[in-house]
């Protein structure tokens, strides 16, 4: 008991002498640390190592799983399916940035001028931000049906086509479906970040631009885009991170058919993991995905340090 109290007081001091130099600020980020520790480090950690090691069905719930390396990756790199995955993971993220950040972009413009019912309309376009992935993806999927969706119905109305079309029945048309569902959830996310940062542009700005003879594509061009440079950026990685991470629309329209077409990593790491039972090649495209996604943040984190750099 006694060496108990000298004990306590030193700590006591200790933390006195912690909060004296202004380190309060580590208390409230504690929580944070620790929750990023227990539901993201652990499980990152975790399946790192199993990604390492031969996890089947049948050994799962073995006491011990064998210590494989690399094997997992190697295989996986041989896989024409992951290689397939990957491409169109790159190619369904790309396009949907293009056509999500081009009409977002359009719709930020038209939406900061000045009209009646302006704010109404927008609020009204962040629809489809707010509906949840799923329900998005089973409305597209009755809409891109071939007998009774309305996307085939305005289409051979309009006499564009004759037949209806197989749009989930192909690889190609179900990729464009794909691209359409999410472009469309998209749009909001960027009109929204975008109108934010035109109203931070001082009208000033353009005033004395005119006043100088410039017209509205140059004031576009040298103004607006120079400021909103910033948010272009934050928009574009935040978009390109949710986009190539994408998994329940695409399991919920086309599970990753036809005949793989339409897989993307996460689809075909579950795939892996939930359908063909095996845990450790499903845990490793889970990391190459982490991998990727890791890469461009870093990018990001970089160009943000140089234009702070740059500014100062």
């Excluded at 990152?44 to 031969?54: K, R």
């Excluded at 329900?135 to 309009?158: E, H, P, R």
């Amino acid at each position: 008991m006694r060496s108990f109290i000298p004990r306590t007081v030193y700590v006591i001091q200790k933390i006195r002498r912690f909060f004296r130099f202004g380190n309060t600020g580590y208390l409230f980020v504690l929580p944070a640390l620790l929750y990023m520790l227990a539901f993201v480090g652990y499980p990152i950690i975790s399946n790192f190592i199993l990604s390492v090691q031969d996890v089947t069905v049948t050994t799962i719930n073995a006491p011990t799983k064998d210590f494989v390396g690399f094997e997992n990756y190697r295989t996986l790199l041989e896989d024409e399916v992951l290689i397939t995955s990957i491409r169109n993971t790159f190619i369904f993220t790309i396009a949907c940035l293009i056509f999500q950040f081009l009409i977002g972009f359009a719709l930020a413009l038209f939406f900061n001028k000045d009209f009646p019912f302006a704010k109404p309309l927008r609020g009204l376009l962040m629809i489809p931000w707010m509906i949840p992935m799923t329900v998005s993806g089973l409305m597209f999927k009755f809409m891109f049906s071939t007998n009774v969706g309305i996307i085939n119905q305005l289409l051979q109305m309009s006499r564009v086509i004759e037949e209806p079309i197989e749009w989930l029945m192909h690889p190609g048309s179900a990729m464009f479906s794909l691209i359409a569902t999410n472009t469309w959830i998209g749009i909001p996310f960027n009109m929204i970040l975008l109108s934010t940062g035109l109203t931070t542009i001082p009208p000033e700005l353009y005033e004395a631009a005119a006043i100088d003879g410039a017209n509205k594509r140059q004031s576009f061009f040298k103004i607006t885009v120079p400021l909103l440079k910033s948010a272009i950026e934050a928009v574009l990685i935040l978009g390109f991170i949710y986009t190539f991470k994408v998994f329940d629309l695409v399991f919920v329209m086309t599970n990753g058919g036809p005949v793989n077409s339409t897989h993307l990593l996460s689809t075909y790491s579950y795939k892996l993991s939930f359908g063909l039972f095996k845990y450790s090649q499903g845990a490793a495209t889970a990391n190459i995905l982490f991998i990727i996604l890791f890469c461009v943040s870093i990018i990001y984190l970089k160009f943000v340090y140089n234009d702070k750099g740059t500014a100062a």
